[in-house]
């Protein structure tokens, strides 16, 4: 089993910064990719940048140039960093990660979430 625990949320002014980590632990054989999805109340989850194997990135249009997304390979760890937050980025952020197990089969893994705020 794979567990994926997430730190960093929390309330900030708009401007401000915040960086988010998720750190994942258990049976991984092979990590296709780690990412960030964010949902803010009645929108649907959306996927907010994205970072795979090969170190490949890629974001969401209205965060671009704002958030980064990095990872740490050694720890299993994947972090978005935050600038020139909005209240607009308001939402609740979701950790996903994207495994493949030794047979070949890919399965994807979601952190429990944390808050982030940004207030105007």
């Known amino acids: 089993q794979v567990q994926l625990v997430e730190s960093g949320g929390g309330l900030v002014q708009a401007g401000g910064s915040l960086r988010l980590s998720c750190a994942a632990s258990g049976s991984i054989f092979s990590i296709n990719s780690m990412g960030w999805y964010r949902q803010a109340p009645g929108k649907q989850r959306e996927l907010v940048a994205v970072?795979?194997?090969?170190?490949?990135?890629n974001y969401l249009d209205s965060v671009k140039g704002r958030f980064t997304v990095s990872r740490d390979s050694a720890k299993n760890t994947v972090y978005l960093q935050m600038n020139s937050l909005k209240p607009e980025d308001t939402a609740v952020y979701y950790c996903?990660?994207?495994?493949?197990?030794?047979?070949?089969?890919?399965?994807?893994?979601w952190g429990q979430g944390t808050q982030v705020t940004v207030s105007s």
């Open positions: 970072i795979t194997s090969g170190g490949t990135t």
């Open positions: 996903k990660l994207v495994v493949t197990d030794r047979r070949g089969f890919q399965y994807a893994y």
